[in-house]
Nanobody, 125 residues
Framework: QVQLVESGGGLVQAGGSLRLSCAAS????????MAWFRQSPGKEREFVAA????????YYADSVKGRFTISRDNARNTVYLQMNSLKAEDTAVYYC??????????????????WGQGTQVTVSS
């Protein structure tokens, strides 16, 4: 069982930066694939970034590639999302998610077993 709690959201101007954190409970955090998804009003929840349990491989949606960086600290049971050069279209509730060790279908919501409650990110233009 894994419980996830996100933090770090807020209001920022376009071009600014934010760092989201996701603290996980559970002794097996290091064995999970971790990901960030986001959901804007009226839209479906979409994949943002994922990281392999080793931390050596990262994957991004095309819309955030080059601007966002996902990382993890297994000793602290925490995954991060560094967001730079933010745009108004990045405004959304950001969710942390965890799934088993394999990277199969890492972009698919239904593959993830555990979800956080979400943190709001608002980018003003």
């Amino acid at each position: 069982q894994v419980q996830l709690v996100e933090s770090g959201g807020g209001l920022v101007q376009a071009g600014g930066s934010l760092r989201l954190s996701c603290a996980a409970s559970g002794r097996t955090f290091g064995s999970y694939v971790m990901a960030w998804f986001r959901q804007s009003p009226g839209k479906e929840r979409e994949f943002v970034a994922a990281i392999r349990w080793t931390g050596r491989n990262t994957y991004y949606a095309d819309s955030v590639k080059g601007r966002f960086t996902i990382s993890r600290d297994n000793a602290r049971n925490t995954v991060y999302l560094q967001m730079n050069s933010l745009k108004a279209e990045d405004t959304a509730v950001y969710y942390c998610a965890a799934k088993g060790r394999d990277m199969i279908d890492y972009r698919v919501l239904s593959e993830y077993n555990y979800w956080g409650q979400g943190t709001q990110v608002t980018v003003s233009s």
